[in-house]
């Protein structure tokens, strides 16, 4: 298991969270919606409502709204969302992954191909990029949680494969399939996770830097403005001193 983060790019695209929150709300109730609609009201019997709203609570979502969301997929609202995934190449050829959660297929389609023209990308055909990245759980805790050696005795203990660390964070992965007893071995070693999700990891890293790094990270940051975009992964890997000079 690996210790080592190449995922700091993740920080840069998360550190607008005051400017993004409303947004965050809305794709956390969106997903919440959603899931209550697929499945049972009750979290505890439907795995993908307790991951929603485990993550909604996570970003201090109040129980009304969590509640409200839920009764809204009870009531059919949500009969028209549909799940539509988008795959392209962003600048330096780095892969990007695009979930949607929608009502419109062909406003999605327009806006996703119109943000990845927009920012020296190009929208593929399904499968031109998801063959480099794993299907996989991961499971995010602050890196007050613990020590790096403590989140890997325990992510190791609760049978996870994989953890990498940086100073903001501590990101573990497991097996799409066992996300819920890790994540709930989890929480009863180190507490409340900050998310918990069914997500893409790349299987290698595209290096990018320069023009190319800055273009890129207006692409991903334009995505997930986007209001029907819940989930952006890329797996470009960009140096910390790079990521500095982005971010000033």
């Known amino acids: ?11 840069h695209r998360k550190g607008r969270a005051d400017a993004a929150r409303s947004r965050l709300f809305s794709k956390l109730s969106r ?4 899931a209550a609609k697929h499945g049972l009201p009750d979290p505890a019997m439907n795995p993908r409502l307790r991951l929603a709203v485990a993550n909604a609570k996570a970003e201090s979502m109040s129980k ?9 997929g009870q009531g059919g609202d949500a009969e028209s969302y549909e799940e539509i995934r988008y795959e392209g190449f962003g600048p330096g ?15 999605a389609a327009s806006n996703v191909r119109s943000i990845f023209g927009k920012n020296g990308g190009n929208l593929g ?37 994989d953890v990498e ?13 066992s996300l819920n007893e890790v994540a709930q071995a989890l929480e009863g070693k180190l507490g409340a ?4 999700a069914i997500a893409w990891r790349p299987k290698s890293l595209t290096p990018v830097d320069g023009d190319a790094a800055a273009t890129l990270m207006k692409l991903i940051d334009a995505l997930e403005d986007d209001d029907d975009v819940q989930n ?14 982005l971010a000033s």
């Open 31 to 34: 997903e919440i919606t959603v």
């Open 193 to 196: 996770a900050k998310s918990t």
């Open 125 to 161: 055909e399904t499968g031109a990029v998801s063959f480099m990245f794993d299907r996989v759980g991961q499971i995010v805790y602050p890196a007050a949680a613990g020590s790096e050696d403590a989140i890997m005795d325990a992510a190791i203990e609760a049978g996870a494969e």
């Open 1 to 11: 298991m690996a210790g080592h983060s190449k995922f700091k790019n993740i920080m």
């Open 64 to 72: 009304d709204v969590i509640e409200r969301a839920i009764k809204k």
């Open 165 to 177: 660390s940086d100073e903001e964070t501590h990101t573990v992965f497991t097996a799409f399939e």
């Open 93 to 107: 050829g780095v892969g990007v992954i695009v979930e949607v959660l929608t009502d419109n297929r062909n406003r």
């Open 232 to 245: 952006v992964y890329s797996n470009e890997d960009i140096s910390a001193e790079e990521l500095e000079k």
